[in-house]
T-cell receptor, first 112, second 113 residues
Framework: AQSVTQPDIHITVSEGASLELRCNYS??????LFWYVQSPGQGLQLLLK??????LVQGIKGFEAEFKRSQSSFNLRKPSVHWSDAAEYFC??????????FGQGTELSVKP | DTAVSQTPKYLVTQMGNDKSIKCEQN?????MYWYKQDSKKFLKIMFS???????INETVPNRFSPKSPDKAHLNLHINSLELGDSAVYFC????????????FGPGTRLTVL
């Protein structure tokens, strides 16, 4: 069965520090992978996506993610976190029929 | 110029009532979705419509009935509301090319008392 696992429920980083959010997926076919961000009381905004090609993808707000097929991972990174990055982050895999399977989310807190 | 809009943003109601949530998209997409986000923030798809035709129907109680009057609108009607229906409901839209990104609305927080 298809699934997405985000092992870290909550992460706290200091402002200016680097960030890595982990995502592992289980899907038998070529995965189509997404990272979304949800600010408090808001909808989901797409940060970046991977369909094919270069395994390192760039997104909005300075985020990037690397697809590693051998590890079934799609980790999200940012070199320097800003206070405004505090939010809930969701990894998702797109499967046949247009369905998105989401991970449980990782809540990011940023210390001043 | 909101891409995907939902009304209402908040909905507080009593158990047993019937309520509707409306969703509209102005992106020209042909596919729309409803997701439920529970209290632990877990997101799960409920329904998907393509050009007014139901294409995804997860194991959702039949008290939930989606209705798509045209491809720009997808409404969610819930009968006989229960406490467990309390959640945030998100509408989304995309072009139906299997793996296209979905654009989400701001959500409707439903509280059943």
């Amino acid at each position: 069965a298809q699934s997405v696992t985000q092992p870290d429920i909550h992460i706290t980083v200091s402002e200016g520090a680097s960030l890595e959010l982990r995502c592992n997926y289980s899907y038998g076919a070529t995965p189509y992978l997404f990272w979304y961000v949800q600010s408090p009381g808001q909808g989901l905004q797409l940060l970046l996506k991977y369909f094919s090609g270069d395994t390192l993808v760039q997104g909005i707000k300075g985020f990037e993610a690397e697809f590693k097929r051998s590890q079934s991972s799609f980790n999200l990174r940012k070199p320097s976190v800003h206070w405004s990055d505090a939010a809930e982050y969701f990894c998702a895999v797109g499967i046949q029929g247009g369905k998105l399977i989401f991970g449980q989310g990782t809540e990011l807190s940023v210390k001043p | 110029d909101t891409a995907v809009s939902q009304t209402p943003k908040y909905l507080v109601t009593q158990m047993g009532n019937d309520k509707s949530i409306k969703c509209e998209q102005n992106l020209g997409h042909d596919t729309m979705y409803w997701y439920k986000q529970d209290s632990k923030k877990f997101l799960k798809i409920m329904f998907s419509y393509n050009n007014k035709e139901l294409i995804i129907n997860e194991t959702v109680p039949n008290r939930f009935s989606p209705k798509s009057p045209d491809k720009a609108h997808l409404n969610l009607h819930i009968n006989s509301l229960e406490l467990g229906d309390s959640a945030v409901y998100f509408c989304a839209s995309s072009r139906l090319t299997d793996y296209n990104e979905q654009f989400f609305g701001p959500g409707t927080r439903l509280t059943v008392l």
